[in-house]
């Protein structure tokens, strides 16, 4: 362990030094204090006598305590990698460029994958083929011949089968050919992947593809101001043949009260509002919807609408409606939009649909602001056929089954939103669908967080997963998410199950308190596991880090995983776990390559620090049992 002493200094006496010392301190400023005050405890457990700076002894014995015994002079050499001052000595701000370095070759890591995934690989397979290079090449300014692309898969591809894994493509952009002789033509063609890969990736971005998308009314009519009217509810009837015989944009208010009648509403541009004091409310039974909208332009406001019969509470049959502060209930569905529909749906409730789901879309488009889903029975939102809604600040909860649904090539954003005691899954993503979920919190719910299944896709990046009750995150039958930088708590299961043939890349995850696995790979699953921080559970000692099960493949390469005591220094200090860090249950074919077991964080952060410094790659299964 690190010694520490009375006076050894802190964290801020280590920036003043270095300000005093005219070191530059800019570095300071890119992390927080918290951050920055833990990258002090890191550097402790380097300055082992307090003096603030790590000198040669002090590496080699952090090195050798680590289970590294380095060669002669090759302290000297990690020093003079990052010793800016030639001190010969690390002081803490170098220390903090050191940090920084791996942090950024994480950056870059993350930056070329979603070139790699966005452009050259956006069948999801994780291998690109001939015709997504030349497709990808095309769609940067290159058109290519048949023997220039199949030169610049030859130069890169490392196992011969003629197609390139992200790793390939990876150690293309950062300049190694595997020593192997390639035309101008083709470095040239490589060099412009590499120069516009910023541009690719920023257009790629979470901001850009979770961004607001804007409404095309290009074919609607330009409105002019309408006139107002303003309705009693005494006579339901009277609803209809006064929106029938309303012109074109104007405004009708309908004063608080009960309407028992069906609604449709086919006049461009029209406004219908009901009161702003009081309930109006529009309340049938019947196989048609409560409320229809047929005009490509128009703008419900301040109504409760409920359908107690076969019939949805409100369908959307075109254009581009407004739905703002609606209440929704319909016992055979709430809101259906359908025939490439776009409407803003914002501030509205959709709940307690008995027999179905709070809002269904079809074959269309929507903007979903400040909902509330809750308590429905099939789903809170399902969204099918080639449907893409925009979901933001929105909570699905207490529903009966998921809270969202993306079936049948569906896509859409959620993001900002809240996924809650639910009593299933929280998201199914299914029959390749393929989301985005960005800042979402999915917890409590009554099965998974989120489960990938049948071809499933999706992009999943810095959710809050806590609680739920069988995996945070379940991936069956081939289905293929990229799940990166979110972080998982609790849950009774595996916090990660991949199994049946499921696949992905997770990445960059920070993994916490399961009951049975951080991550499992079952039979037939082939999931790229790379760059986790993987907890143990401080109170079940029986857990594992990472699963292999039998008849696995894939790979499970530079994970941190916290609680372990490495298989290789004979256990001289008590584990969290009595659990191993990666446990291997049968023959397998999943490469298990570069992972960093530790009892405590500090000392991962440490070894994986010299890591990525010092070249000396950790040995295959060096601590698997």
Request: aromatic share 6%; with cysteine.
């Amino acid at each position: 362990m690190s010694v520490h002493y009375a006076d050894q200094p802190t964290t801020e006496e280590h920036m003043q030094r270095a300000r005093a010392g005219n070191r530059r301190t800019s570095i300071f400023t890119r992390f927080t204090d918290a951050q920055t005050a833990k990258f002090h405890q890191i550097f402790q457990q380097f300055d082992a006598d307090g003096n603030g700076h790590i000198d040669e002894h002090e590496l080699h014995s952090i090195m050798l305590r680590l289970g590294r015994d380095l060669e002669e002079g090759e302290a000297k050499k990690l020093i003079e990698m990052v010793d800016t001052d030639g001190s010969g000595v690390i002081y803490f701000d170098e220390f903090m460029r050191m940090l920084e370095m791996q942090i950024d070759e994480q950056k870059k890591r993350i930056f070329n994958k979603d070139v790699f995934r966005s452009v050259f690989n956006k069948s999801g397979s994780g291998l690109m083929t001939r015709d997504e290079l030349r497709t990808g090449m095309l769609s940067l300014g290159f058109r290519m011949e048949d023997d220039e692309i199949d030169e610049m898969i030859a130069v890169a591809d490392r196992t011969g089968k003629g197609m390139l894994s992200f790793e390939d493509f990876n150690r293309m952009l950062r300049g190694a050919t595997q020593g192997r002789r390639a035309s101008m033509v083709v470095m040239e063609c490589w060099k412009k992947v590499f120069d516009e890969a910023p541009k690719v990736a920023e257009k790629y971005s979470m901001v850009n593809r979770c961004a607001k998308p804007m409404r095309d009314f290009r074919h609607s009519s330009h409105f002019q101001e309408g006139k107002t009217k303003t309705l009693t509810t005494d006579n339901s009837r009277a609803l209809q043949p006064a929106i029938d015989g309303s012109g074109q944009n104007d405004t009708i208010e309908v004063q608080a009260g009960v309407l028992t009648e069906p609604i449709v509403v086919n006049i461009e541009g029209m406004t219908l509002r009901g009161a702003t004091e009081g309930k109006t409310v529009i309340e049938v039974n019947s196989k048609y919807p409560a409320l229809t909208l047929r005009c490509k332009r128009c703008f419900i406001e301040n109504l409760e609408i409920i359908n107690h019969g076969a019939g949805p509470a409100v369908q959307v049959d075109q254009g581009f409606p407004d739905l703002t502060n609606l209440v929704i209930t319909g016992q055979n569905g709430g809101l259906l939009v359908k025939n490439r529909s776009h409407p803003l749906v914002k501030n509205c409730v959709f709940k307690d649909s008995g027999r179905a789901w709070g809002m269904l879309m079809r074959e269309s488009k929507a903007i979903i602001e400040g909902c509330t889903f809750t308590g429905n029975s099939d789903g809170g939102l399902v969204v099918e056929r080639s449907s893409s809604p925009w979901i933001c600040k929105s909570t699905f909860t207490k529903g009966k089954g998921c809270g969202c649904v993306f079936d049948e090539t569906a896509s859409g954003v959620i993001c900002e939103s809240l996924i809650a005691e639910n009593g299933c899954n929280g998201v199914l993503v299914t029959n390749g669908a393929n989301p985005i979920l960005w800042k979402n919190e999915i917890r409590d719910g009554e099965a998974a967080g989120i489960a990938v299944r049948e071809g499933g896709r999706g992009h999943y990046e810095e959710n809050l997963f806590c609680n739920n009750a069988s995996s945070e995150l379940e991936v069956l039958s081939k289905a293929n998410p990229l799940f990166r930088k979110n972080t998982l708590s609790g849950g009774e299961g595996s916090a990660i199950l991949i199994e049946d043939g499921g696949q992905g890349s997770y990445e960059v995850n920070t993994i916490n308190n399961y009951k049975l696995a951080g991550v499992s790979i079952g039979k037939d699953a082939s999931p790229q596991v790379v760059d986790n921080m993987i907890h143990s559970h401080a109170d079940i000692l029986g857990t594992c880090g990472v699963a292999v099960k039998e008849e696995a493949s894939g790979r499970v390469i530079d994970n941190t995983l916290i609680g372990w005591e490495p298989h290789r220094t004979g256990g001289s200090r008590q584990s969290l776990s009595t659990g191993m860090a990666i446990h291997i249950g049968g023959k397998h074919s999943c490469e298990v390559l570069d992972n960093i077991a530790r009892v405590t964080e500090q000392e991962a952060h440490a070894e994986k620090l010299v890591h990525t410094m010092g070249r000396h790659r950790l040995k295959k299964h060096s601590f698997v049992n």
